[in-house]
């Protein structure tokens, strides 16, 4: 691998995350927190854990940002070849759009991602701090994961102050306990961040839209046409087919199911 390689966006995002990560754990680690008084009763249950979830939250956020997310083949595989042809057996309420950048024929809720130059499969955004689209592969995986990070980050929001002691010269506590603080206030912001994220998933979730869908739904062509979210299958079955691909069925059918329930409405 060529020495430039290294400096490529992605693992500049990547090596920080493990950084900063690691580097957080340690210091909880070193202070006087609960962590350490843990340690000097030989209760070690509680720091295991605590570095386990921290191991898993790494290894959720790695694999979220090196996977594929579900980009569109620029040359179809048998399957989707397949998948294509009952798709164009579907009546089209909206004829299926090609990309003027990769020129591939764009699925339902697929979107062209200039970032990662591919088009995506139920894109819902691209990431910045993940380097990588979330789309229709990842997507569960990004919710765990926030999931996850979140539990980490509120117990290591916890750790940190139990490590905190206030005392006067505010210059010495400075030296002996500021980049612990520092800590503290940082894993303050990471978890309001990844709390309002997780909330805003998991509505997301919950009403089978994506963020792209729900802030640009005026820009949608398919959504454009509709005053609600054709693709709404009721609270259980968004889960069930978000968690566990159940029950199957492409988003193309599913609009031409809406579109003529809506006729028969009418």
Same mark, same amino acid.
């Given at each position: 691998?060529?020495?430039?390689?290294?400096?490529?966006?992605?693992?500049?995002?990547?090596?920080?995350?493990?950084?900063?990560?690691?580097?957080?754990?340690?210091?909880?680690?070193?202070?006087?927190?609960?962590?350490?008084?843990?340690?000097?009763?030989?209760?070690?249950?509680?720091?295991?854990?605590?570095? =386990? =979830?921290?191991?898993?939250?790494?290894?959720?956020?790695?694999?979220?940002?090196?996977?594929?997310?579900?980009? !569109?083949?620029?040359?179809?595989?048998?399957?989707?070849?397949?998948?294509?042809?009952?798709?164009?057996?579907?009546?089209?309420?909206?004829?299926? /759009?090609?990309?003027?950048?990769?020129?591939?024929?764009?699925?339902?809720?697929?979107?062209?991602?200039?970032?990662?130059?591919?088009?995506?499969?139920? %894109?819902?955004?691209?990431?910045?701090?993940?380097?990588?689209? !979330?789309?229709?592969?990842?997507?569960?995986?990004? !919710?765990? %994961?926030?999931?996850?990070?979140?539990? !980490? =980050?509120?117990?290591? =929001?916890?750790?940190?102050?139990?490590?905190? /002691?206030?005392?006067?010269?505010?210059?010495?506590?400075?030296?002996?306990?500021?980049?612990?603080?520092?800590?503290?206030?940082?894993?303050?912001?990471?978890?309001?961040?990844? $709390?309002?994220?997780?909330?805003?998933?998991?509505?997301?979730?919950?009403?089978?839209?994506?963020?792209?869908?729900?802030?640009?739904?005026?820009?949608?062509?398919?959504?454009?046409?509709?005053?609600?979210?054709?693709?709404?299958?009721?609270?259980?079955?968004?889960?069930?087919?978000?968690?566990?691909?159940?029950? $199957?069925?492409?988003?193309?059918?599913?609009?031409?199911?809406?579109?003529?329930?809506?006729?028969?409405?009418?």
């Amino acid at each position: 691998m060529a020495p430039w390689a290294l400096l490529r966006p992605g693992v500049l995002v990547r090596t920080g995350h493990t950084v900063l990560t690691w580097g957080i754990t340690l210091v909880l680690f070193l202070h006087d927190t609960a962590l350490r008084q843990w340690e000097e009763q030989g209760e070690l249950l509680a720091p295991l854990t605590f570095l =386990l =979830l921290v191991l898993g939250s790494l290894l959720l956020y790695l694999a979220v940002s090196l996977m594929d997310p579900g980009y !569109v083949n620029v040359l179809p595989q048998p399957q989707e070849e397949a998948k294509e042809e009952q798709t164009a057996m579907v009546p089209q309420a909206i004829p299926l /759009r090609r990309c003027r950048h990769c020129m591939v024929l764009q699925p339902l809720r697929a979107r062209h991602c200039r970032e990662c130059r591919r088009c995506v499969r139920r %894109y819902d955004h691209h990431c910045p701090w993940m380097e990588n689209c !979330v789309g229709e592969r990842n997507h569960p995986l990004f !919710v765990a %994961y926030l999931a996850l990070q979140l539990v !980490v =980050l509120l117990w290591g =929001l916890y750790l940190a102050w139990s490590g905190l /002691r206030f005392f006067r010269p505010w210059g010495l506590w400075l030296r002996s306990s500021g980049l612990l603080f520092a800590t503290f206030l940082l894993l303050s912001l990471f978890s309001l961040v990844a $709390s309002l994220l997780l909330a805003s998933h998991l509505y997301l979730v919950a009403s089978n839209t994506t963020t792209w869908e729900f802030i640009s739904s005026h820009r949608i062509a398919y959504l454009r046409q509709r005053s609600g979210n054709p693709f709404d299958r009721g609270l259980t079955r968004n889960l069930a087919h978000f968690f566990c691909g159940w029950p $199957s069925g492409s988003w193309e059918t599913l609009w031409a199911e809406d579109e003529e329930g809506s006729s028969q409405d009418v």
